[in-house]
């Protein structure tokens, strides 16, 4: 099932930055995954590779988006969007955190789920898959 997810300000953004500083980098892609259960979880593995498949280290810097909730004094709005710098590895862990966040919340509960964020810098699209997993049973009843 391919569904649309609703568009966020910070992850719009982001995105954009994103597949552009892999790109400079050299990267054809970013994967990164996680998973969870039992109220335990969170990203397992993150990988850019290049077009032979060797990984590449995000180390460079790019500036991007984040959501601040602070309040400023003698202001009334209490949620603010702002800049920050951030290697390219820690903003790609950062979205995913935050797409997580939002589309999957609670994923790591009872049973749990996994899932991955593909960053294609070859088309520019970004996609999440996701696994929900549960218990199924079959209920039967009858006489003896």
């Known amino acids: 099932m391919s569904e649309r997810y609703p568009v966020d ?12 500083a892999l790109q400079d980098a050299g ?9 969870g259960c039992d109220d ?8 850019i590779a290049d077009i032979d498949g ?6 460079q810097i790019v ?3 984040r959501e601040y909730g ?5 202001e009334y709005k209490s949620v603010y969007f702002i800049t920050d710098d951030n290697s390219l590895y820690d903003a790609l862990v950062e979205f995913a955190e935050r797409a997580i966040a939002l589309h999957h919340p ?13 960053f294609d810098c070859v088309t520019g699209e970004v996609r ?3 696994n929900s997993y549960y218990i199924e049973a079959a209920h039967t009843e009858g006489g003896l």
């Open 70 to 74: 602070g309040r400023i004094p003698h």
């Open 9 to 20: 300000p910070v992850l719009l953004y982001n995105k954009a930055v994103l597949l552009t």
């Open 63 to 65: 500036l991007t988006m």
């Open 128 to 130: 999440m898959s996701h």
């Open 27 to 35: 990267a054809v892609s970013a994967v990164i995954t996680y998973s």
């Open 106 to 118: 609670g994923y790591e509960n009872d049973q749990g789920g996994t899932g991955e964020i593909r």
């Open 40 to 47: 335990n979880g969170g990203l397992t593995e993150l990988l």
């Open 54 to 59: 060797n990984e590449l280290p995000g180390a």
